[in-house]
């Protein structure tokens, strides 16, 4: 047995392990190096299971060595390992480059329960992307909510500590009504296991329990996922966030409950329940224009940078829903695309905005006038990066909505209803973006002279950190060949499962 | 050097001499040498591609392919040929101009100034050579993106704000109108390499067609097709040498060469000849010639009544399109050149009177042609070409959009050249007369001609303009091939 | 009885409701925690209501006893870690409610938003 079976299991692990090491290690820079370490290497184990996933197909493993539905199942397929891959990816690259304004937002005497809290939260997220099991799910998504409760807290803003109760209240009711859900499925299948679950689904006689965990489950993880209008949480948490963290969390959190949300929905309720194909789509076409469209407005005449970005996340996050509620395979392919996609984008200009933020007193969009001039290579990445965001061609953001819109296309009056929305929204965020590359490169700093003199670039890893993560949003724009392999044999693989 | 690298190089070669230009910032001689050498090296690169295009050949370059056969890729083929020639020719001409107007007018960020430039002139080749639509929208946004900084170059309240009307309309249109629309036809025919004959015979049908093309015209907002145009007029804060090469030039040249592309190569003139649901963009472009003729008659400002005469002129070549008849899709070619040669004459003429006197208002040109007679010169034999007199470039292309729409018997297209003939004379003929002939008024500032390099630039287009009457030929032999596949 | 036999289920539903409401109405901090434990709550007694069986024991395999009847282990195994992610949320939101309390000086929600707001 060599270590290379072990992989599933070393991927959460390895930082779930790290994580009560941090809180030994006493200096801010140690404990640093040490989470960078896990976090690089859960990101390298990510890697190589995707590309044994990819060459090989998915990886069952059996945790303890008790094969299922027993014991708990790791099982790993393409869209699992996309959400990995994101959830890894964007750790890292947070970690790496945000230590310099993680130092500015953090106590030195608290960072190493900082970073154990990061770790966890990393082991947390990489856990839901990879388990089978049913339970398992919600354990993991409590770890890690609640690692991110004291990510979000540690804002330096009093608010952040408010916004972090109003996440903690809203998180809990939404795992709380998942763990309904499980209840009530297990209490008609008799298991937790998801795939046993779905051999035995079928055969259950008294759809009712069914039907009404899939309507828990819907809306516990649709609070979890922010969709409109449950995405209350998610404004507050995201701009009062330590910067780094808004940039990991707005990466990957949201779209790992969307993640299990697919999964739960394509491997147990499609077909299976009556009539179910057309609720799933009633329930969500309607949610996912409406964020949509909300979210673009708010974005529009929002002044607060972070603010402004979060809700561009809730209308983004109903591009993801808008595809998926299509439950076909172009609908699929284009929502998980976009999931990867819109990760590298959102990514890319937190971190941007995490080092203009070093430099910077304030966020609000006058506060950044004229530091194009001052900060180029962070302006620079800051448009790249929105640019990827709107969707211009030749970077990621084009390469899925150019899939959604075609998806959309093939589905007749209704489709032709999702491409104008999804136009319309486009173009809401040309005008959002717009604003800040202009407000960016053209505005006149407010106070010239004072706080002018002292603006300099951000750091070089932090400037690094950013450039390569944009530089992924151009590269993933021009040769997509991964991503969008992976999203179609995820969306294969949903619909597989439906009888 | 393979044809493919030779794209690759025209392509590169500006991006290359943006950096240089952007690192030589410090020393603004260096940096113009450096600006005339990419241009004039530009030129050399685009032209050595003549022969084979002439000879029919195809070259292809292949940059990537994304999902599903879609390509980021590049080909040349004589439409775009002509576009990338007259691009980059008049790029050495418009450069030298710069230097002789920025440095007249003590313009600020130069440097930004040249970088866009190099990069615009990028996007416009890149418009010029694409092989399929996506590669052609790519290159279609960065050219907007990158002429941005050169509208508001003088960077106040309102100059800023019309920046804003200019960014605005092309980009919304583009992504709301241009995108939707291709990707209906993608969808629809599973490609969007240019065809010729076309790609959507057997997939589109009826009315769809019409709605199609109305997607594809008004998505184009850079050949500022009514309502489309508001932001040529808009674009005009900018300063004259960017009016000049990319607003009478590479920019709404870019507009109209996609639309006649869109027509030749993904309808197919056959195709949208047989189908009366895209019978409207004649209309369409008939009534942007005359409305924008009659409102530059009302301009008393010169650089706005040039801008309202390139919205008129650019729906010459959309007209000459739409009457679907090879003779007038040459005659569409041949405008493109024509007119670009006439326009980039007058704008350098506005600018040079501007750099000289600082007037910019029609009313102020009264006896200036004492003062600056070259200039005046030039402006004149250009402002003979917009009206389509010989021997001047704009007859020969006017010749040949009447010969096609003779063909057809096609009398809205007839009628309407004829009007905005009579229009156009009606707009320049005072101002010559006025420029020449009238008295100056008394206490105006006593000046003479623009700096030489501004003089020398126009000089050369005015003459260009009659030297494309005479010698026509190598423009009719490189377009005739179009007509050949077409019929 | 019907409905009797179901009685644990009515308990569940308005224990959940209570729970619920109590986050939803109150703007104290502490009563919103305390509803959101009780909203918890009523997920145990549904889980540990679910695994009873008729006449079942504990199942503990004893010798020489071989046809015993045994109550379904796993939902309680599961809840003892729901009740373990519980209490971390409610020590967790307790933490929370101290500091915000150092911050604003009251635990009253509208307070709190008028303080922001006044900012």
């Not at chain 1, 959102?346 to 950044?368: E, P, S, T």
């Not at chain 2, 001499?17 to 020393?27: E, Y």
């Not at chain 2, 402006?379 to 021997?391: D, E, H, N, Q």
């Not at chain 2, 050369?460 to 032999?477: H, K, R, S």
Request: proline share 4%.
């Amino acid at each position: 047995m060599s270590l290379a079976t072990q992989l599933p299991a070393l991927q959460v692990a390895v930082p779930l392990l790290t994580a009560p090491l941090l809180v030994l290690l006493r200096g801010p820079g140690l404990a640093w190096a040490a989470a960078c370490a896990a976090s690089v290497m859960a990101f390298v184990i990510a890697i190589s299971l995707t590309a044994s996933v990819m060459t090989t197909g998915a990886i069952s493993y059996a945790m303890g060595g008790w094969p299922g539905p027993y014991g708990i199942v790791l099982e790993i397929d393409a869209l699992g390992t996309l959400v990995l891959l994101l959830v890894t990816g964007a750790s890292t690259a947070a970690l790496l480059s945000g230590r310099a304004s993680l130092g500015l937002d953090i106590d030195a005497g608290r960072q190493h329960l900082f970073y154990a809290a990061w770790l966890i939260v990393l082991a947390g997220l990489s856990g839901i992307a990879i388990t089978g099991d049913a339970f398992n799910v919600f354990v993991f998504m409590e770890i890690s909510s609640l690692a991110t409760y004291i990510l979000i807290a540690a804002g330096p803003d009093r608010r952040a500590l408010t916004a972090t109760f109003k996440y903690l209240i809203m998180g809990t009711i939404g795992a709380t009504f998942y763990l309904i859900g499980v209840g009530l499925v297990y209490m008609m299948t008799g298991t937790l296991n998801f795939a046993d679950m779905e051999s035995r689904i079928a055969d259950v006689s008294d759809q009712r329990p069914i039907l009404v965990a899939a309507g828990f489950i819907s809306v516990g993880l649709a609070l979890k996922a922010a969709v409109f209008p449950l995405h209350l949480w998610l404004p507050g948490a995201y701009t009062y966030a330590p910067h780094v963290v808004t940039a990991f969390l707005a990466a990957c959190s949201t779209k790992v409950a969307i993640y299990v949300l697919l999964r739960f929905d394509f491997f147990l309720f499609q077909d299976n329940l009556v009539g179910h194909t057309m609720q799933f789509a009633v329930f969500l076409v309607p949610l996912a224009i409406l964020g949509i469209l909300v979210g673009s407005a708010v974005a529009m005449v929002e002044s607060n940078l972070k603010r402004l970005l979060a809700f561009s996340s809730v209308a983004q996050i109903g591009y993801i829903l808008l595809g998926a509620s299509f439950a076909n395979e172009a609908g699929l392919t284009a929502a998980v695309a976009h999931m990867f996609n819109h990760a590298l984008a959102k990514g890319a200009l937190f971190l941007a905005v995490a080092a203009i933020a070093m430099r910077v007193n304030g966020l609000r969009l006058q506060d950044i006038a004229g530091i194009g001039r001052r900060m180029p290579l962070t302006t620079a990445a800051l448009a790249v990066a929105g640019a990827s965001l709107v969707g211009v061609p030749g970077t990621a953001g084009f390469v899925s909505k150019w899939l959604l819109l075609q998806a959309a296309f093939a589905q007749g009056a209704l489709g032709i209803a999702a491409v104008v929305v999804v136009i319309a929204s486009s173009l809401a965020a040309v005008f959002y973006v717009w604003r800040i590359v202009e407000c960016a490169y053209f505005g006149n700093a407010q106070a010239p002279g004072d706080a002018a003199a002292v603006v300099t670039e951000a750091p070089l890893p932090m400037l690094l950190g950013l450039w390569l993560v944009v530089i992924a949003n151009v590269y993933f724009g021009l040769a997509p060949e991964l991503p969008v392999s992976l999203a179609e044999s995820a969306a294969a693989d949903l619909l597989r499962h439906v009888p | 050097m393979s044809p493919a690298d030779t794209i690759l190089l025209a392509l590169v070669l500006p991006l290359c001499g943006a950096v240089l230009i952007g690192l030589c910032g410090r020393w603004p001689n260096l940096r113009e040498t450096i600006t005339l050498l990419t241009a004039t090296a530009l030129a050399a690169v685009v032209w050595s591609l003549t022969p084979l295009i002439m000879d029919g050949g195809r070259p292809r370059l292949h940059i990537t392919e994304l999902f599903g056969g879609l390509e980021i890729a590049f080909s040349v083929e004589p439409l775009g040929m002509l576009f990338a020639a007259l691009a980059a020719t008049l790029w050495i001409v418009n450069s030298v101009y710069s230097i002789g107007y920025m440095r007249g007018n003590k313009e600020k960020h130069q440097t930004r100034f040249y970088i866009c430039f190099a990069i615009a002139i990028a996007a416009a080749l890149g418009v010029a050579f694409a092989d399929n639509m996506l590669t052609l929208f790519l290159c279609y946004e960065i050219l907007t993106l990158s002429t941005y900084p050169l509208v508001s170059h003088k960077g106040d309240a309102a100059t800023v704000r019309s920046a804003r009307v200019y960014l605005g309309i092309l980009l919304g249109s583009s992504i709301g109108l241009l995108l939707p629309a291709i990707i209906w036809t993608y969808v629809a025919t599973g490609t969007l390499t240019f065809t010729p004959g076309g790609i959507i015979d057997g997939f589109i049908d009826g009315p769809a067609v019409g709605l199609l093309l109305a997607l594809y015209v008004f998505g184009v907002g850079k050949a500022a097709v009514m309502p489309m145009h508001r932001w040529l007029p808009a674009a005009m804060v900018a300063p004259t040498p960017v009016s000049a090469l990319l607003h009478a030039v590479a920019v709404v040249k870019a507009g109209v060469f996609t639309v006649t592309k869109v027509i030749i190569y993904i309808f197919g003139v056959d195709e949208l000849f047989a189908e009366p649901s895209g019978e409207w963009l004649l209309y369409a472009a008939a009534f942007t010639i005359i409305a924008a003729s009659v409102i530059a008659l009302r301009q008393q400002n010169l650089k706005r009544m040039l801008a309202y005469s390139t919205i008129g002129q650019l729906s010459y070549v959309i007209l000459a399109a739409a009457v679907l008849t090879p003779l007038s899709e040459v005659g569409a070619a041949i405008h493109i050149v024509a007119h670009a040669l006439g326009k980039i004459t007058l704008f350098f003429a506005a600018g040079a009177i501007y750099t000289a006197s600082k007037k910019t208002e029609l009313h102020q040109l009264a006896g200036i042609g004492a003062r600056m007679p070259w200039t005046m010169a030039a402006f004149t034999i250009a402002a003979l070409s917009m009206i389509g007199v010989p021997p001047t470039g704009g007859f020969v292309s006017k010749w040949f959009i009447l010969a096609g729409a003779f063909q057809t018997d096609n009398y809205v297209a007839i009628f309407t050249i004829i009007l905005s003939t009579v229009l156009n004379a009606a707009y320049f003929l005072p101002i010559i007369f006025a420029a020449w002939f009238a008295k100056e008024a008394p206490g105006g500032k006593d000046h003479g001609e623009a700096p030489w390099p501004a003089v020398l630039a126009l000089s050369i287009t005015a003459l260009g303009t009659l030297a494309f009457f005479f010698f026509n030929q190598p423009v009719l032999e490189l377009e005739s091939q179009l007509m050949a596949r077409i019929e | 009885m019907e409905l009797f036999g179901l009685f644990n289920y009515w308990v569940f539903a308005l224990l959940l409701m209570v729970g619920f409401y109590a986050v939803i109405s109150r703007p104290n901090l502490i009563k919103k925690l305390l509803g959101l434990s009780i909203f918890q709550a009523a997920v145990f007694l549904l889980y540990i209501t679910m695994d009873k069986v008729e006449g079942g024991t504990a199942p503990i395999i004893q010798k020489g006893v071989d046809d015993a009847i045994y109550s379904n282990p796993l939902p309680q195994v599961l809840i003892l870690t729901a009740i373990v992610v519980g209490i971390s949320t409610l020590a967790l939101g307790l933490a929370l409610v101290v500091r915000i309390y150092e911050a604003y000086g009251t635990i009253e929600e509208d307070e709190i938003q008028q303080q922001d707001l006044n900012r």
